[in-house]
């Protein structure tokens, strides 16, 4: 019952991953596109941990811990890039 049912979340959020994709290359403003791409973060984290489920092992865990850490620093350096035009000042 658990197999089936992390079947159809990773199915659920790899749809939402997909809506995101089309969202950041159709979007309507930048803002929009950095939008996506952020929640794109948090659907390929929510993908990890839940294949780190079904595997019954760590080491997905942590490997999405380092995705949320680079997908922060990441949005926060393109949306300051956006905003200002560099990233180091």
């Known amino acids: 019952m658990i197999e089936t049912t992390l079947v159809f979340a990773m199915g659920c959020f790899g749809l ?5 994709l089309w969202r950041m290359l159709r979007g309507p403003g930048l803002a929009d596109r950095i939008l996506a791409l952020d929640t794109m973060v948090i659907n390929v984290i929510s993908l990890l941990v839940l294949y780190g489920i079904k595997e019954g092992t760590a080491v997905y865990y942590e490997a999405a811990m380092l995705v949320a850490m680079v997908g922060f620093v990441s949005t926060v350096a393109y949306c300051r890039f956006v905003l200002r035009g560099d990233i180091i000042e």
């Not at 939402?16 to 995101?20: A, D, E, Q």
Request: charged share 0%.
């Open 16 to 20: 939402g991953l997909l809506f995101c």
